[in-house]
């Protein structure tokens, strides 16, 4: 089941920097770049999640934020005044983000308040054309048998996993895996792909990753 986020920010350019982040991680964005919009939006529809700018046109973020219930809001602001945060964390909000802001801290406060929705609830299982990924237990297979892939392959075949119908470019493979794994540089990327179709054509037969000439990588 995907998560629904909702980013009210009257900034086109955040909101689409977000929305990329956000959907790459598989959550489902809605938009909203007004208070008065965003009660609109609510009124029809419930998120999971709300990203809350506070310098909206019209109804102000600060307006907004008492009339929002029953769903966890993280503030995504310029205001540093501690006062600030101290305030809207008291009248509500779950969690503040001061902008400007590193992607991997947003999805990181993102994953948090999840976590806290449903802490229970394990990753799920990743399956596609008789590959197996276990997100918890970090055990791959091929058909029967169990692969032995280095954590930088783990990496690269759980992000094409994640979305086995779209191509994975280069640069989207080097930003989402370079936190974790630092050794894969774009002239190194190759190199373990390679290696990685090797341990799977050897699992199985199969040659499970195809290479895009020029965009990137996907699953067969």
Known sequence: MYRKILIIDDDIYIGNLMDDALSREGYQI??????????????????????????????????????????????????????????????????YITKPFQVKELLARVAVQFR????????????????????????VTAGQKELKPTRTEYAILKILMQNPSQIATKSLLLDRISADTPDCTENSLKMHISNLRKKLREADGQDHIEAVWGIGFRLR
């Open 30 to 95: 809605f938009h909203a770049y007004s208070g008065t919009e965003a009660l609109l939006f609510l009124a029809q529809a419930r998120p999971d999640l709300i990203l809350l700018d506070l310098m909206l046109p019209g109804l102000s973020g600060e307006e907004l934020l008492p009339q929002i219930k029953g769903i966890p809001v993280i503030v995504v602001s310029a205001k540093v005044d501690v006062d600030d945060k101290v305030n809207l964390l008291l009248g509500g909000a779950a969690d």
């Open 116 to 139: 806290r929705l449903d802490p229970a609830s394990p990753a799920p299982v990743l399956e596609y054309g008789g590959l197996r990924l276990d997100p918890v237990t970090h055990i």
